[in-house]
């Protein structure tokens, strides 16, 4: 049985994955755009798995690192565990399974450096628009650039790891009064360097992962911060050091403790889903009694902690070590639920009357959801209606060819999911080349009427937008069931000719010349059939 493990990059070209010329009739066998989390991931499974495959990457803003480099507001973290936020291939060595954003930025740069595809991005190229045609096999994609402006290049197959929300801007609803206040308005998608938040009274509007995050953050040096939301979340308390990852690690070896972390975490998260979808009300009790037990005596509990919708209706926010209730407790920081009436020159006045003195007022309200970056897609001539399209294993959209897009899971790490679409789409790329198929196409059902988004969550970002997005199915491979075990099966073990995958030969009048080394060419740094890697995806087409 083999097991996955990219080879690390050495000081000479790699053969794993080739580099290609840029110039006006630049082809790639694959375009990965993106080099956040999901692009790295899915360029090391690449060369993993397709040695010989030319693949770009192409990054809209100037750095690697997606979320992780874009987001600085204080105490950025993440909100998913690191054993299994991080790579597959790479386990997190960290002591902390709660990490800083910028130790999760400077792991996915060190990522993309050890394996070799960081010379494969071009920074600051933005996809504007992508045309497939049936005709030539391939997809004619412009994108636009501060120094060569619009130009095109051609790919075989095109893999979208952008994510689903605006790097541009984040969301601030239009608050009555804003241009009345005199101090300062930031939202946490574009912190400013030079806020100086030292001993200043502080608004966070929001009640999401970011505001329970910047609370207990900037309570550190303010004079005061206040929490004000117009309705609860759940919010529950994860160690930021994880004892049994720190016993595992003095008994077993680096990558077989990793391994029994990564599939234990798992596992209690699925747990946890499953009972907050199945027993509500029990998990709900569940949320209020570890509240009560870190706040003090008489705290109102039902008023700011008790949400008016289910468990994971919204996604779950963590507070490591419980520093939010630590905040609330020491005073440094308060909480107030209630709806805005208006900003005044001084702070914010609630529709109860209550004045929030403030010189400083953070909306962490939310994103803007922008699908495949804002990119046109165009198939044979018709551009794509993603409404229109059913979302394939999550992973691709009917009707579309050659075409792949990591979302992750909404209950659990992001990475999970992309790691196993990364794999997936390597099994898809092999097929073809093994069996002379130029490319294929999921073919689904009708849209069903009322059927949920791809992102099927009842946070305001998601219900803003959902009109935008792909839908679901009413049974897979069309249907999204945010469980990873039952996705291993599916994206790992499953069949790639699965009854709803069509595939199709290159047309008769078009035989061109190779325009590289064979897809299944050796490379002299592919991995080796026996190399080991804990928790690693099998070596196997199909």
Same mark, same amino acid.
């Given at each position: 049985m083999n097991s996955f493990r990219p080879t690390p990059a050495s000081g000479v070209q790699s053969a794993g994955i080739r580099e290609v010329e840029k110039g006006s009739s630049e082809h790639v066998d694959v375009l990965i755009v993106g080099a956040g989390l999901s692009g790295i991931g899915a360029a090391c499974h690449l060369k993993a798995f397709t040695p010989g495959k030319s693949v770009a990457i192409l990054e809209a803003r100037e750095a690697i690192g997606g979320t992780w480099d874009l987001f600085r507001y204080p105490g950025v973290r993440s909100d998913s565990d690191m054993f299994t936020l991080g790579y597959s291939f790479r386990p997190w060595t960290g002591d902390k399974g709660i990490a800083e954003g910028g130790l999760i930025r400077d792991y996915i740069r060190s990522t993309a450096r050890k394996f070799g595809v960081d010379r494969l991005i071009r920074f600051r190229h933005r996809v504007?628009?992508?045309?497939?045609?049936?005709?030539?096999?391939?997809?004619?994609?412009?994108?636009?650039?501060?120094?060569? /402006?619009?130009?095109?290049?051609?790919?075989?197959?095109?893999?979208?790891?952008?994510?689903?929300?605006?790097?541009?801007e984040g969301y601030t609803p239009d608050f009555p009064g804003l241009d009345r206040f005199a101090g300062r308005i930031v939202h946490p998608q574009k912190w400013p360097e030079d806020l100086d938040h030292d001993g200043k009274r502080i608004v966070v509007i929001g009640s999401g992962a970011t505001a329970v995050t910047l609370v207990p953050a900037l309570a550190e040096n303010a004079a005061h911060v206040t929490m004000l939301q117009r309705s609860p979340t759940y919010v529950a308390t994860l160690p930021?050091? %994880?004892?049994?990852?720190?016993?595992?690690?003095?008994?077993?070896?680096?990558?077989?403790?990793?391994?029994?972390?990564?599939?234990?975490n798992v596992l209690l998260q699925q747990l946890s889903y499953q009972l907050c979808r199945r027993r509500p009300e029990l998990m709900k009790k569940v949320f209020r009694a570890?509240?009560?037990?870190?706040?003090?005596?008489?705290?109102?509990? %039902?008023?700011?902690?008790?949400?008016?919708?289910?468990?994971?209706?919204?996604?779950l926010c963590i507070s490591p070590d419980g520093d939010l209730f630590a905040a609330l407790s020491a005073g440094t920081a308060s909480i107030v639920t209630g709806e805005i009436e208006t900003f005044t020159a001084d702070g914010v006045r609630l529709a109860s009357g209550q004045e929030l003195p403030a010189d400083v007022v953070v909306t962490a309200t939310g994103l803007n959801l922008l699908f495949l970056g804002g990119a046109t897609i165009t198939? %044979?001539?018709?551009?794509?209606?993603? @409404?229109?399209?059913?979302?394939?294993? /999550?992973?691709?959209?009917?009707?579309?060819?050659?075409?792949?897009?990591?979302?992750?899971?909404?209950?659990?790490?992001?990475?999970?999911?992309?790691?196993?679409?990364?794999?997936?789409?390597?099994?898809?790329?092999?097929?073809?080349?093994?069996?002379?198929?130029?490319y294929c196409v999921p073919e689904g059902p009708e849209v069903p009427e009322g059927a949920a988004p791809l992102i099927d969550l009842k946070s305001g970002y998601v219900l803003r937008n959902a009109e935008d997005m792909p839908r679901q199915g009413p049974a897979a491979p069309w249907r999204l069931y945010q469980n990873y075990p039952r996705d291993v099966l599916l994206l790992k073990r499953g069949r790639v000719d699965d009854g709803a995958m069509r595939f199709h030969r290159?047309?008769?009048?078009?035989?061109?010349?190779?325009? /590289?080394?064979?897809?299944?060419?050796? @490379?002299?740094?592919?991995?080796?059939?026996?190399?080991?890697t804990a928790g690693a995806p099998e070596k196997q087409v199909s």
């Open positions: 504007q628009a992508a045309e497939w045609s049936s005709e030539t096999a391939r997809w004619t994609v412009t994108v636009e650039s501060p120094d060569a /402006g619009a130009t095109q290049l051609s790919c075989s197959f095109l893999y979208f790891c952008a994510g689903y929300y605006s790097y541009d930021t050091v %994880d004892p049994i990852a720190s016993r595992l690690r003095e008994r077993l070896s680096p990558a077989r403790a990793s391994s029994v972390v990564r599939w234990k570890g509240v009560i037990r870190q706040l003090p005596p008489g705290f109102d509990v %039902d008023t700011h902690f008790a949400p008016r919708y289910d468990p994971w209706d919204q996604r198939v %044979d001539g018709r551009e794509l209606v993603p @409404a229109e399209t059913l979302a394939y294993k /999550g992973m691709m959209l009917s009707g579309v060819p050659n075409f792949a897009l990591a979302v992750g899971y909404t209950n659990a790490s992001w990475t999970l999911k992309a790691d196993l679409v990364a794999r997936y789409v390597t099994r898809l790329l092999r097929y073809l080349d093994e069996h002379g198929y130029a290159a047309p008769a009048a078009r035989k061109p010349a190779a325009e /590289g080394p064979a897809a299944d060419a050796p @490379a002299a740094d592919a991995p080796a059939a026996d190399a080991p």
